[in-house]
T-cell receptor, first 113, second 113 residues
Framework: DAGVIQSPRHEVTEMGQEVTLRCKPISGHNSLFWYRQTMMRGLELLIYFNNNVPIDDSGMPEDRFSAKMPNASFSTLKIQPSEPRDSAVYFC???????????FGDGTRLSIL | RKEVEQDPGPFNVPEGATVAFNCTYSNSASQSFFWYRQDCRKEPKLLMSVYSSGNEDGRFTAQLNRASQYISLLIRDSKLSDSATYLCVVTRPSGGGADGLTFGKGTHLIIQP
C-alpha cells in the first residue's frame, strides 16, 4: 500500500520566493497533519485537517504560511514570502481517525537562502 | 511544566543490555499515547501504541502510569539497529484542537557494540 507521499523531497530557494509543499495522504485516512521539525524546536504541529476541513491552525507561525486541502487526496502548504528562518524539514502525516496513530511522509527538506 | 517532557539523552547503552526511558505529560485528561521512532534524517514511524494495561511487542514493552502521568518504553536485548530517537506522543480528548496532539522532543538512544 502507498504511504503518505510528499513532494518535493528537497527544495532550495532564495528568500522572498513562494514555496509550495504537497502531500497525498493514505487513501481512506480522514485526518491530515502538517509538521515542521528543527533541531531547536523539535517536531511542531502547524495545522491539521479532519475530513478536509482545517480544525486548528494555531500552530501556523504567521500569515506567510497557508495550507489548503481541496479534496481528500491532496493538501498543500505554502510559504509566501519565504525567509531563511523557515528552513526546516516539513512533514505531512495522515491518520484513519483524528487522534489515532499517524503515518508520516518522507518529508520535504526546505532550505531558504 | 511542559506538556510533554522527555530526557533528550543521549543514552549510550552496550549491545544486549536493557534500557528504559520515560515520558511525562502534564494533562491528566490525556487519553491516547504512542511511541514513535525516528532515525537520523528520516520520518517518525509508529513504534507502538501504549495501552492502559501495558503492552509488549517482541523486545519492546510500553507502560502507562496514569497516577504519576508518565509512559515508559523498555527495550530488552538491545540491538545496534535500535539506535534512534524515540518520540512520545500524547493526545487529549476531543476539543483540544491542535494542542491536542503533542510530540515530545525525543530521547536519543545509541547502542554501542
Amino acid at each position: 500500500d502507498a504511504g503518505v507521499i510528499q513532494s518535493p523531497r528537497h527544495e532550495v530557494t532564495e528568500m522572498g520566493q513562494e514555496v509550495t509543499l504537497r502531500c497525498k495522504p493514505i487513501s481512506g485516512h480522514n485526518s491530515l497533519f502538517w509538521y515542521r521539525q528543527t533541531m531547536m524546536r523539535g517536531l511542531e504541529l502547524l495545522i491539521y485537517f479532519n475530513n478536509n476541513v482545517p480544525i486548528d491552525d494555531s500552530g501556523m507561525p504567521e500569515d506567510r504560511f497557508s495550507a489548503k486541502m481541496p479534496n481528500a487526496s491532496f493538501s498543500t502548504l505554502k510559504i509566501q514570502p519565504s525567509e531563511p528562518r523557515d528552513s526546516a524539514v516539513y512533514f505531512c502525516a495522515s491518520s484513519l481517525v483524528e487522534r489515532g496513530p499517524q503515518h508520516f511522509g518522507d518529508g520535504t527538506r526546505l532550505s531558504i537562502l | 511544566r511542559k506538556e510533554v517532557e522527555q530526557d533528550p539523552g543521549p543514552f549510550n547503552v552496550p549491545e544486549g543490555a536493557t534500557v528504559a526511558f520515560n515520558c511525562t505529560y502534564s494533562n491528566s485528561a490525556s487519553q491516547s499515547f504512542f511511541w514513535y521512532r525516528q532515525d537520523c534524517r528520516k520520518e517518525p514511524k509508529l513504534l507502538m501504541s501504549v495501552y492502559s494495561s501495558g503492552n509488549e511487542d517482541g523486545r519492546f514493552t510500553a507502560q502507562l502510569n496514569r497516577a504519576s502521568q508518565y509512559i515508559s518504553l523498555l527495550i530488552r536485548d538491545s540491538k545496534l539497529s535500535d539506535s534512534a530517537t524515540y518520540l512520545c506522543v500524547v493526545t487529549r480528548p476531543s476539543g483540544g484542537g491542535a494542542d491536542g496532539l503533542t510530540f515530545g522532543k525525543g530521547t536519543h538512544l545509541i547502542i554501542q557494540p
